[in-house]
C-alpha cells in the first residue's frame, strides 16, 4: 500500500467509504442503483478463462459486492484513474481527461452502447488463450502436490477437515454438473492487496479425465451467493467452475484457476493507447450496471457529470493526504 497512491486506494476500501461521507457524495449525486461492484478500480478488470476455455476480459472482482447507486462504484473508478498517474505515466492534467473519458464510456454503456475492445485488450486475450495449463500446473504443482512457500503456506488441519463439506456445497451451487474426481491437496493462498488477511486456499482436484483442477477458494464479506449471482448476471462469460460455499461463518466464492490469467497491466499500456482504454473500461462498468440494474435507466445531465468529475477530484486529494499520513507512520 505504501507503493503509490493508486496501491494504498487498492487496499483502503473501507476508507473510501469514509472519505465519501466526508467529500458529500455518500448521501447525493445522480439517481440510478442495483448491485454495484463494489471495489471497481483500474486493476479489477482483467482476462479470466470462462467454461469452455475462451478468454475474457472484463471486470473480475466482486468480492466487494454490495447493493446501492451507481455513483458509488463510477467514483471508485474515476478515483482510481486520478491516482493512478505514475503507473499510467500521465500528467495531472491527462489523467483529468482520462477520467473525463472514462465517464464518458460508462454513460455508453449503461445506455446499452457497444465500445469496440481496444487491440491492446484483444491481444491479452489471444495471449491467455494460448497459454497451456501445463504451464500453470508447472508453477503451482510438483509431484503430485501443491508447491509451499511463503505466499502459500499449508493450511491448518481443521480447516482440511472442512474442504470435502465446502466441494460439497460448491458442486450443488455450479449451473453446469462437474465431475471433479478425489481431492488431491490444499494450501492457504496469500494474494493481492486490498482482499490480504481474509481466507483463502488453493485446491488440487484430480479432475475430469483431461487433467486435474486448481480451484481458488476465496473468502468475501457479502453473501457469497448473490456475488456469484451477480457475476453470472454481470458477465456474459463469466468464470470457469463459478461457484459458491460456506465455511462456517465464512462466505466462499470458489472458482478455477485457469492459465493465462492477469490483471491489467497499467504500465504496459502506450499513451496513445489509454484514451481508448478509459472509455472501453468505463463502457463495461456501465454495461455491468445496466445488468444489474434496479431501478429505471437514466442518462446522467452533463451538469451531474461535471460533479462526479469533481467529486472524484476531491477523493483523489482526501487520498493523497490519507496515503502520506500512511507512510509516515510505516
Known sequence: ???????????????????????????????????????????????????????????????????????????????????????LKVSGTQ?????????????????????????????????????????????????????RDDKHPAAPAALLKQVPNVLAQWLASMKKPATPGKLLDVRRRISGTGSLGVERLVVLLEGDGSGPWLLDVKEVAFSAERVVEAMRGAVKKPPALLGFAELGHQQLVVRALTAGEDKLALDALLPEQLPGMMRFLGAMSGQVHQRLARSRLKRWTPAELRGLLKSARRLAVLHEEAFLEFCALI
Open 1 to 87: 500500500m505504501a507503493a503509490s497512491p493508486f496501491a494504498f486506494l487498492r487496499g483502503s476500501l473501507q476508507l473510501f467509504d469514509a472519505c465519501l461521507r466526508s467529500e458529500g457524495s455518500f448521501a447525493k449525486g445522480p439517481s440510478g442503483g442495483g448491485s454495484l461492484v463494489g471495489d471497481l478500480h483500474l486493476e479489477n478488470f482483467g482476462v479470466f478463462r470462462a467454461d469452455g476455455g475462451a478468454a475474457i476480459f472484463h471486470v473480475n472482482d466482486f468480492d466487494a459486492l454490495r447493493d446501492g447507486p451507481w455513483r458509488l462504484d463510477v467514483l471508485r473508478l474515476l478515483t482510481s484513474v486520478l491516482l493512478a498517474r505514475p503507473e
Open 95 to 147: 489523467a483529468q481527461e482520462l477520467a473525463r473519458v472514462a465517464l464518458e464510456g460508462h454513460q455508453l454503456g449503461v445506455a446499452g452502447q457497444r465500445v469496440a475492445p481496444p487491440a491492446f485488450v484483444l491481444n491479452m486475450c489471444r495471449e491467455a488463450a494460448a497459454t497451456p495449463a501445463e504451464k500453470l500446473l508447472k508453477k503451482h504443482v510438483e509431484n503430485g502436490k501443491l508447491k
